[in-house]
């Protein structure tokens, strides 16, 4: 009898742990998400935009995911992160308050009840901090100036009325007359003084390429090739630079000023990285009509093509590209400077 009852405890001991052994692989299938960090792009002095996949909820819910973010090379949540959402799948974040040329690392990461998993680090540099200045013209006007790679450019469009030499630059209103001009001369967007404050004035290339010098001391129109270093520098490449129509990819949205206050919508990508601060001012064409603010920024070089036409470059409300092509000296265009 005494034997019976110990090998039936043994049974019902055996039958216990059976069924606690399969219950308890269930209960462990849980493990940390699967996460990939996705391509650091949009970066500028102070944001960047990265993302994730998480290629396997590990058997529960992702409760939190984003990116994480510091110096060092291995971040955690216990640093600064993006916080995009729950569940599965992938997801983009926006990384802000970065410091200007700052080496940092990113990986994305997903939460779930058994932890959080990490994708592979990745670093990337925040772009060089824009440097910032003023000059100031012959009528006494002062510009917003903007180092972009090696260069100092005019943030504004240029307005004033007098060559260097304090010579008077002639105000053309008449469209016949403007039409027939071959010497200097300046206007304002449908003769009206009031859009120079903003856009600045529109000046025929005569104006431009005038010994007596339209550019504030120090300073003078780019050339088309001074262009195409400002160009390369946001992202062209050489053969995009010397091609005409329309090149490019961003770099024209790097120019325009950002929003829709003063260009019209949609302003397709524009961020204004390069503080450059394109605004469109519109245009008068050589047969003395105005057209186009609003829509397109036309900006002169100072390089001839022919005895009738110079380079220009333009900048749209629906591109983020940047045209290259030659006009009439006759056409009123805004002007850009270039430091020395």
Not at 37 to 66: F, H, K, L, M, Y
Not at 111 to 135: D, L
Request: aromatic letters at 12%; hydrophobic letters at 30%.
């Amino acid at each position: 009898m005494r034997k019976s009852l110990i090998f039936l405890a043994f049974f019902l001991i055996a039958i216990f742990v059976f069924f606690s052994c399969e219950k308890n692989p269930t209960e462990s299938t849980v493990d940390v998400p699967e996460v990939t960090t996705g391509e650091v792009s949009e970066i500028t002095q102070t944001t960047a935009q990265c993302g994730g996949n998480i290629t396997s909820d590990g058997g529960a819910t992702v409760t939190a995911r984003g990116v994480c973010w510091s110096t060092g090379q291995n971040p955690t949540v216990a640093d600064d992160i993006t916080n995009d959402g729950t569940g599965a799948g992938t997801y983009t974040s926006n990384i802000i308050g970065l410091t200007a040329e700052t080496t940092y690392y990113v990986r994305a990461y997903a939460t779930n009840s058994a932890g959080t998993g990490y994708g592979s680090a990745m670093s990337f540099t925040t772009k060089e901090a824009i440097q910032t200045g003023t000059v100031t013209d012959i009528d006494g006007n002062t510009y917003q100036t903007v180092k972009i790679g090696n260069q100092w450019w005019m943030a504004e469009n240029l307005k004033v009325t007098h060559y260097r030499n304090g010579n008077t630059i002639p105000n053309v209103t008449d469209a016949t007359e403007w039409e027939n001009l071959n010497t200097g001369a300046y206007c304002n967007y449908d003769n009206d003084a009031s859009n120079a404050t903003t856009y600045g004035s529109l000046y025929n290339w005569y104006a431009v390429n005038n010994n007596r010098n339209i550019a504030p001391a120090g300073w003078h129109v780019p050339s088309d090739a001074e262009w195409k270093i400002l160009e390369m520098y946001l992202g062209m490449s050489q053969s995009e630079a010397d091609d005409t129509g329309w090149r490019g990819t961003d770099e024209g949205g790097k120019l325009k000023e950002a929003g829709t206050e003063h260009w019209n919508s949609p302003n397709t990508g524009a961020t204004n990285e390069s503080g450059f601060s394109s605004l469109p001012g519109g245009y008068r064409n050589h047969d003395g009509t105005y057209d186009y603010i609003s829509i397109l920024a036309f900006f002169w070089s100072s390089t001839e093509y022919s005895s009738i036409g110079a380079w220009r470059r333009h900048l749209h409300y629906d591109t983020s590209r940047v045209h290259r092509d030659h006009a009439s000296k006759r056409s009123g265009f805004s002007v850009r400077c270039v430091r020395d």
